[in-house]
């Protein structure tokens, strides 16, 4: 019989486990490595905020769109930049690896970004649309190869066998969405201004030395970067589990028939335990999926393991791992639902507002979302640097409080958003109606854009909570071959929240129009915004409600630890990677 199926799993009388990790400490990665990721990612975010910040206005007064139609156009568009970085996960993971991806993907970024920029130049009107558009769902691919790659990337850089190391990743993820938020920034402010007043072929223009210059400065830290290779399709694994489990359906583990639990066997595959390795430990949720890992007769009789028949304790854990993470995706739609107004509707409604700063200057509607962008610049470093080590003298946490609290503070912060986006709509429509305003809808209304000021704040707030705290969890929550695509799960809430909220507009648009009075016209001052966002405020409550259920459910990776003494594996529990269990 094959010891890969044999019913103890035995090492000098010690039960065989998988390691989570053989991935080897050496000199190459940490910060000195992640600066170089960093530059080209803050580089592609300039380009696509500088691109997707000014796109509503671009769509209405030079495309001349419908506002309605202006606005799902931009919602599709982010929709699909931000889903196919699923498809261009599955490649990295299972083919090219995330180095090559990220790679090829901003090659084609900086092609889109050169069709772009000539077709708002040379080429004629007539084919001007045609050609814009194709230049923008090429810039698609490449987000798609480039986004769930270049985080990750990043993040492998640093161990996790540490708690040193451990607090580096975290406050990692804090200061690489500082420097996202940077570049985002600097396009809001400067980019957007280029565009409106000197021209578009020479704002787009700007991005292609930018992108350049950045995939340049990206290869010369090649030799720096700690590499992985691609570790084949990371859904096999997973769609093992469920028909080894689905197989045993009748099988029980408290029964004659059962033999045991498969805990792996790593010497099977070339493998060797390293001292204090980190290995996952059984949990309790999803016990229909450990029946993948009973040994019963059938596998007991077998020369060879089955993997579809059979799977290791850590395989199944993994799959549980993946699961727990879904109802999280679920329950943060909204919150990107709330966030995608930010491009759109916000952008229309400073428009329509004095944008004045001294006699000669005015502001770009679409420069506004920099206040998004500063908010973030000024409470990043606050919360890592101030509120974190507080926090953490209260709680013990390392991050201070857990990474569900911070998303779901953050979601909270989305409704109030909200609320407050209402209320300064009604006053504007209100001084519109004073003014005699109502039927021109191209006139200023004297009201300052500055009242707009809080609605941006507090989705600055939001962001700086939910968004990073998405991207630890779904990070550091996921199996390492599957972390690409945690990237780019956690990438495609936003693209989702976009489709729904194009859903949400068709919906209200259709039952306002049939009472007569659209809520969102190209006329803002006989629409009624502030009815769509209190529409908006009641869902994301419904939402967070949802959100703090699961979230109190949540388990979060367990891990053991396995010492190597004299030859002989020992197995001790030594918590959890992130937080407590069953802790919110």
């Given at each position: ?247 045993k359906w009748r099988v029980d583990e408290t029964r004659d028939g059962c033999l045991g639990i498969y805990y792996g066997n790593p010497r099977c595959n070339g493998a060797r335990f390293e001292p204090n390795t980190w290995v996952l430990a059984r949990t309790n949720q999803f016990r229909f999926l450990d029946k993948a890992m009973i040994i019963d ?21 993994e799959v549980k791992l993946v699961l727990r993470l879904i109802p999280i995706w679920f329950s943060c739609i909204m919150f990107n639902v709330v966030q995608a107004q930010l491009h759109t509707f916000y952008t229309k409604q400073g428009s329509t507002m004095i944008r004045s700063i001294g006699s000669h200057f005015h502001l770009p509607p679409a420069s506004l979302q920099a206040l998004v962008g500063i908010t973030i610049l000024f409470a990043v470093p606050i919360y890592d640097r101030i509120f974190v080590p507080i926090a953490r003298k209260f709680t013990g946490h ?187």
């Amino acid at each position: 019989m094959d010891s890969s199926v044999a019913p103890a799993m035995i090492i000098d009388g010690h039960k065989e486990t998988k390691p989570v990790s053989t991935r080897q400490r050496s000199s190459r990665g940490g910060w000195n490595a992640a600066v170089f990721i960093i530059f080209v990612e803050m580089a592609e975010r300039f380009a696509y905020y500088g691109l997707v910040g000014n796109l509503i206005m671009y769509l209405t007064n030079e495309l001349h769109q419908p506002l309605t139609t202006a606005v799902k156009n931009v919602n599709t568009w982010v929709g699909v930049s931000t889903l196919f970085p699923v498809l261009g996960a599955f490649i990295a993971d299972s083919f090219l690896g995330r180095f090559n991806t990220i790679i090829i993907s901003s090659t084609i970024f900086l092609l889109g970004t050169v069709l772009l920029t000539i077709s708002v130049s040379v080429v004629p009107l007539h084919l001007r649309k045609a050609l814009f558009f194709l230049a923008l769902y090429i810039l698609s691919v490449g987000e798609g190869g480039h986004k769930p790659c270049v985080q990750t990337f990043a993040a492998d850089q640093f161990d996790e066998d540490t708690p040193e190391e451990k607090k580096k990743k975290s406050s990692f993820f804090n200061w690489w969405y500082l420097g996202i938020v940077a570049a985002a920034t600097s396009a809001t402010l400067v980019l957007i201004y280029v565009q409106d007043n000197i021209g578009w072929t020479v704002g787009f223009g700007v991005l292609i030395g930018v992108l350049a210059v950045a995939l340049a400065i990206f290869l010369v830290g090649i030799k720096k970067y700690r590499k992985e290779s691609p570790l084949g399709s990371p859904f096999t694994s997973v769609a093992q589990v469920f028909v080894a489990a689905a197989r045993k359906w009748r099988v029980d583990e408290t029964r004659d028939g059962c033999l045991g639990i498969y805990y792996g066997n790593p010497r099977c595959n070339g493998a060797r335990f390293e001292p204090n390795t980190w290995v996952l430990a059984r949990t309790n949720q999803f016990r229909f999926l450990d029946k993948a890992m009973i040994i019963d007769n059938i596998d007991a009789s077998s020369k060879t393991r089955n993997p579809w028949r059979l799977c290791s304790l850590n395989q199944v854990e993994e799959v549980k791992l993946v699961l727990r993470l879904i109802p999280i995706w679920f329950s943060c739609i909204m919150f990107n639902v709330v966030q995608a107004q930010l491009h759109t509707f916000y952008t229309k409604q400073g428009s329509t507002m004095i944008r004045s700063i001294g006699s000669h200057f005015h502001l770009p509607p679409a420069s506004l979302q920099a206040l998004v962008g500063i908010t973030i610049l000024f409470a990043v470093p606050i919360y890592d640097r101030i509120f974190v080590p507080i926090a953490r003298k209260f709680t013990g946490h390392p991050s201070g409080i857990t990474v569900l609290q911070r998303i779901g503070f953050g979601l909270f912060l989305s409704i109030l958003n909200m609320v407050v986006s209402a209320l300064v709509e009604a006053k504007r429509v209100s001084i519109a109606k004073e003014n005699n305003l109502m039927d021109n809808p191209k006139a200023i209304v004297p009201m300052n854009v500055w009242w707009l000021l809080p609605q941006y704040l507090i989705c600055g707030f939001s962001d700086a909570f939910t968004v990073v705290g998405l991207q630890e969890l779904f990070y550091d929550q996921m199996p390492e071959s599957l972390r690409s695509m945690g990237a780019a799960a956690y990438i495609s809430v936003v693209g989702i929240g976009s489709f729904i909220s194009n859903a949400i507009i068709s919906v209200v648009q259709a039952i306002s129009s049939s009472s007569g009075d659209k809520w969102l016209g190209n006329n803002l001052n006989r629409a009624h915004l502030d009815y769509f966002y209190w529409v908006l405020a009641g869902l994301s409550a419904l939402s967070l409600c949802v959100y703090v259920w699961i979230a109190m459910r949540f388990v979060y990776k367990k891990v053991e630890e396995v010492e190597i003494t004299k030859g002989k594996a020992h197995m001790g529990f030594n918590g959890y990677l992130d937080g407590e269990f069953g802790e919110y």
